[in-house]
């Protein structure tokens, strides 16, 4: 074994790979030397390539070189940077990094990145469980400073006249509001990077699609993930609970399935394995509905495997609505064997599909009645428009309209699918 076959094999990341991967690595991997203070790239920059530290340290930075500057983590021997730009459909960096004192990398172009996921794709795994600990470790500091914060004003508390104490109280509430909203707004940058950034190009179809969160961040996720240039997976899911911890786990569903859905899998075998790495990392007692299907640009078929989810509804040309058979599903993340519906749908040309979460049909007005399935198909009736991001806007529309006053209940996601 090399020296650099050694180091290699001393990353968490790469611990667990076959001997023969770690040489290919040592072979392949770019060694670079990055001079302190150098920004390796910016926020907003295309993201060509991921990166190991060797040696030395990273500062993961949002708004670098502005007043607004703020140092958002470090990545030290072993750890790992630049992910995030590579899962995205975009590709744009989500913050700048810059090095902290000489620092010495491996560096992996986005070809080799997806390769190696391909040939090994547990990684995707592990890659999961570290950005969900990032998430974890990053909440916990925030509410450790809480913590410190509240010690100190009770502590003035103590000090101060009775005159003053509840001003102090005031101002450590709103002290912690903001703290909590600076959090919550990362964490929701965080959440928008893994979705959709553009929709997809498919010969003889468009897409649409809109999310809009109960709360700062969800637990709904969507996706459009291309397989070939006639082929398109398309997946829709709603995890059981709402704000940080349902964006957690939407965070590692969403990756899961589009690691497995790049070895071209049905859309059964495919479900079956998320459900699986699921159970293995789900401590939380979370479940995820999902809808995941495979749209065929000659044959306009739409292939799918549905875990819990709802049904999808398709629009014909001459405005007929057809609903697929309703058949036995489960949540993924529960049992240890999986229970779906599969079936399959025809999109001729004039045909739209709509995909959508439960928070769509159980829209609440201050009445608390439930927007429910009639008023669903009422707006696909009253909106003609071909266009299927026009629809999906229509939609939104017609449920903020019902809603009035009332708050948001449930995260709401929709995918239209229009066939040319």
Same mark, same amino acid.
């Given at each position: 074994m090399t020296e650099t076959e050694a180091m290699l094999s001393r990353v968490p990341l790469f611990a667990n790979l076959p001997q023969e991967e770690i040489h290919n690595l040592a072979t392949t991997l770019t060694l670079r030397q990055v001079p302190d203070g150098t920004v390796l790239f910016y926020e907003g920059d295309e993201g060509r390539h991921f990166y190991i530290v060797c040696e030395g340290e990273l500062q993961v930075i949002k708004s670098i070189n502005t007043h607004d500057e703020r140092l958002v983590n470090t990545r030290k021997r072993?750890?790992?940077?630049?992910?995030?730009?590579l899962f995205n459909l975009d590709g744009k960096r989500t913050a700048s990094v810059r090095a902290h004192g000489d620092t010495r990398l491996w560096e992996m172009t986005r070809e080799e990145f997806d390769a190696l996921l391909t040939r090994q794709p547990f990684l995707a795994y592990e890659m999961v469980r570290v950005l969900?600990?990032?998430l974890t470790d990053a909440h916990n500091n925030a509410m450790a400073e809480l913590i410190d914060i509240n010690r100190s004003l009770e502590q003035k508390n103590v000090e101060l006249a009775a005159a003053y104490e509840e001003l102090k109280a005031a101002q450590a509430q709103i002290i912690e509001k903001e703290k909590l909203e600076r959090e919550l707004q990362l964490a929701a940058e965080i959440q928008m990077s893994i979705?959709?950034? @553009? !929709?997809?190009r498919l010969q003889d179809f468009s897409f649409g699609a809109q999310m809009v969160p109960a709360r700062q961040v969800g637990g709904d996720l969507y996706d459009f993930i291309p397989l070939s240039d006639d082929v398109i997976a398309i997946v829709i899911g709603d995890v059981s609970d709402k704000g940080v911890p349902a964006a957690i786990f939407m965070a590692q569903t969403h990756a899961l399935i589009r690691a497995e859905a790049r070895q071209n899998r049905s859309p059964r075998e495919t479900l079956e394995r998320v459900n699986q790495y699921l159970l293995e990392m789900n401590a939380s007692g979370l479940f995820v509905t999902v809808l995941y299907g495979i749209l065929h640009r000659v044959t306009h078929e739409f292939q799918y495997a549905r875990a819990g989810h709802e049904l999808p509804i398709v629009r014909l040309a001459d405005g @007929? !609505?057809?609903?697929?058979?309703q058949g036995h599903g489960a949540p993924l993340g529960i049992f240890d064997f999986v229970l779906l519906d599969e079936g399959k749908v025809t999109l001729p040309p004039g045909a739209t599909m709509l995909l959508i979460t439960d928070g769509v049909t159980e829209a609440f007005n201050s009445a608390r009645e439930q927007f429910g399935a009639q008023r669903i198909q009422d707006a696909l009736g009253a909106e003609t428009q071909a266009d299927p991001q026009a629809l999906c806007n229509y939609m939104l529309a017609c449920i903020a309209e019902f809603r009035g006053t009332a708050p948001v209940h449930d995260d709401i996601t929709l995918v239209a699918v229009h066939a040319e």
């Open positions: 072993g750890e790992f940077v630049g992910e995030m730009s969900s600990n990032r979705l959709p950034r @553009t !929709l997809p @007929t !609505l057809v609903t697929p058979r």
